[in-house]
């Protein structure tokens, strides 16, 4: 018997969580994470994050892979 095929490779596509910009994986809701927008940092986590703002702009980083 031949194998179903198997799903396509994709990473975590998620749109409405926010991503690791360094691993590319799903940050979770209570998670810390470092949001960085203008060039500054800081520490919160999409559930601090009202109305969707972890959807808008900067870049979102799990706290252990935030580059140092």
């Not at 959807?55 to 979102?60: D, Q, S, T, W």
Request: charged content about 25%; aromatic content about 4%.
């Amino acid at each position: 018997m031949s194998q179903p095929p198997s799903p396509p490779e994709t990473p975590n596509t998620m749109p409405d969580r926010p991503h690791c910009a360094h691993c590319g994986d799903v940050i979770g809701t209570y998670e810390p994470m470092i949001r960085v927008e203008d060039g500054e940092p800081r520490m919160t986590s999409a559930e601090a994050e009202q109305d969707g703002e972890h959807l808008a702009g900067g870049e979102r980083y799990h706290a252990a892979c935030y580059p140092q």
